[in-house]
């Protein structure tokens, strides 16, 4: 969700009004994703060195964070999006803390998306973590640790495409495990100015590629003729 800092100061504002628009361009993403057939998002909201930012920015981001999960869980809930959180949560603000957990039970069951949203999230912290307790370990049962509680004992989904706004062509921490075979997708759009045609273009884009996972092509049929 990059761009929403130089959407603002190119528009004379503050950079929390970024967010603010930050945040309507997730709803917008959140409404056409199971339109699209989208099963997962996940949504980089704040990284875990977010930390470094100055203290209000800090404070604005994740009080809108909270403002949006105590506001839109019953809507959520209405069309069947389940709502989790992935990162730490021991240095959240209680309050936010309170937002999450409540947002995530009420839409436990639900099953048209399931949006993931990263809060306080370090790829490189995540996969240390998850490598404390399992020397010895399957690739899928490290995938499983590394699934945080939002799968329930199934394993971090593989990312198909990893979709990065504002000109940016980094990974910045971002589910470097499950982007083993991601395809990437790099736009200049600012997320804020995000809207369901940029997302079915990234899609167009994905759909256009041919994904071996280290294999060789699928071999062509032979040519049958009478
Ligand atoms: C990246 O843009 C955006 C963030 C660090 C914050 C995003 C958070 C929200 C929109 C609020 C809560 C989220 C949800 C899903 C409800 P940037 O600040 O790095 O912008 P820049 O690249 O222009 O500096």
Same mark, same amino acid.
């Given at each position: 969700? =990059?761009g929403?800092? /130089?959407? $603002?100061?190119a #528009? ?7 967010h603010?628009?930050?945040?309507e361009a997730a #709803?917008r *993403?959140?409404?056409? $994703? ?11 909201a &704040?990284?875990?060195d ?7 920015e800090v $404070?604005?981001?994740?009080?809108l964070?909270?403002y949006?999960?105590e506001?839109?869980t =019953?809507?959520?809930?209405e069309?069947?999006?389940?709502v989790? *959180?992935?990162?730490?949560r021991?240095?959240l603000?209680?309050e936010v ?18 949006v993931?949203?990263? *809060?306080d ?18 690739r899928?049962n ?16 593989? *990312? ?9 062509? #980094? ?5 470097l ?5 991601a395809?990437l997708y790099?736009?200049d #759009?600012m997320?804020?100015? &995000?809207?369901?045609? =940029? ?10 590629r041919?994904? /071996?996972?280290?294999?060789v ?8 003729? &009478?």
């Open positions: 969700m =990059d929403n800092g /130089r959407w $603002a100061t #528009r004379g504002l503050n950079r929390l009004a970024g603010r628009k930050g945040v #709803r *993403v959140i409404e056409a $994703a199971p339109t699209l057939g989208i099963r997962t998002l996940t949504l980089y &704040f990284s875990s977010n930390w470094r930012r100055p203290m209000e $404070a604005g981001i994740l009080g964070l909270q949006y999960l506001r839109e =019953d809507r959520c809930v069309n069947g999006i389940r989790s *959180v992935i990162g730490r021991d240095r603000p209680p803390t309170a937002a999450i957990v409540a947002a995530e039970q009420a839409t436990s069951a639900c099953t048209q998306l399931h993931r949203i990263a *809060v999230y370090s790829s490189r912290d995540m996969i240390l973590q998850a490598a404390q307790q399992c020397a010895g370990w399957s899928d490290f995938a499983i640790a590394l699934g945080n509680s939002d799968h329930g004992g199934t394993p971090a989904p593989d *990312v198909d495409l990893l979709l990065r706004t504002g000109g940016e062509k #980094r990974l910045s921490d971002f589910l495990w499950e982007c083993a075979y395809e790099f736009t #759009r997320w804020p100015d &995000f809207c369901a045609e =940029d997302l079915e273009a990234a899609l167009q884009s994905f759909r256009a041919e994904r /071996r996972f280290g294999a092509p699928a071999p062509l049929l032979p040519a049958i003729s &009478f």
